[in-house]
T-cell receptor, first 113, second 114 residues
Framework: KAGVTQTPRYLIKTRGQQVTLSCSPI?????VSWYQQTPGQGLQFLFE???????NKGNFPGRFSGRQFSNSRSEMNVSTLELGDSALYLC????????????FGPGTRLTVL | GQNIDQPTEMTATEGAIVQINCTYQ??????LFWYQQHAGEAPTFLSY????GLEEKGRFSSFLSRSKGYSYLLLKELQMKDSASYLC???????????????FGKGTKLSVIP
């Protein structure tokens, strides 16, 4: 059974640009959650999608957005990038949402110059 | 909101036992997870507690006291490969929204030395 995949694995952007990250969950999992991980703040919840609907949202500005497709694949978009957006972005899939065991992808390392 | 505290770093000797503590404050507690994350890798699930008591899984055990807002992860017979960050995560139930949210602590970096 294939695990959670994320693309791209590494990305370098400059301030003001926008970026789109992709996550393919484990087959049969309907929930995808996105997290930002930095050395100082640890793992912080961005949002969760379940069956194409955003179900939960963390405390991030509106520059961070996402969506989920009918095949459960999810994308996350960050607009007007800032230096502080440099981080590891992880997605996690689960069958029923954040209440159940989550399986994490390898992450996308975003560097903003 | 939630407040989750765990030590930033710990060091232990190969073959020994180490206990990593996690304290939390939450309004709608509905379970606690422990994840392991090796440097440069994604977190992987270790354990889940929703009722008070000890859950044992091989060399790893996790304990929960809901009244004290306290959990610990116990690692026995430490091996060098156990050097990693250990993340405590609390599941909170939002009865209004009818959904759950998972909040992670900042993690405890464990170094196992020979």
């Amino acid at each position: 059974k294939a695990g959670v995949t994320q693309t791209p694995r590494y990305l370098i952007k400059t301030r003001g640009q926008q970026v789109t990250l992709s996550c393919s969950p484990i087959s049969g999992h309907r929930s995808v959650s996105w997290y930002q991980q930095t050395p100082g703040q640890g793992l912080q919840f961005l949002f969760e999608y379940f069956s194409e609907t955003q179900r939960n949202k963390g405390n991030f500005p509106g520059r961070f957005s996402g969506r989920q497709f009918s095949n459960s694949r999810s994308e996350m978009n960050v607009s007007t990038l800032e230096l502080g957006d440099s981080a590891l972005y992880l997605c996690a899939s689960s069958r029923q949402g954040q209440g159940s065991e989550q399986f994490f992808g390898p992450g996308t390392r975003l560097t903003v110059l | 909101g939630q407040n989750i505290d765990q030590p930033t770093e710990m060091t232990a000797t190969e073959g020994a036992i180490v206990q990593i503590n996690c304290t939390y404050q939450t309004s709608g507690f509905n379970g606690l997870f422990w994840y392991q994350q090796h440097a440069g890798e994604a977190p992987t699930f270790l354990s889940y507690n929703v009722l008070d008591g000890l859950e044992e899984k091989g060399r790893f055990s996790s304990f929960l006291s809901r009244s004290k807002g306290y959990s610990y992860l116990l690692l026995k017979e430490l091996q060098m490969k156990d050097s990693a960050s250990y993340l405590c995560a609390v599941r909170d139930h939002d009865s209004g929204a009818g959904s759950y949210q998972l909040t992670f602590g900042k993690g405890t970096k464990l170094s196992v030395i020979p």
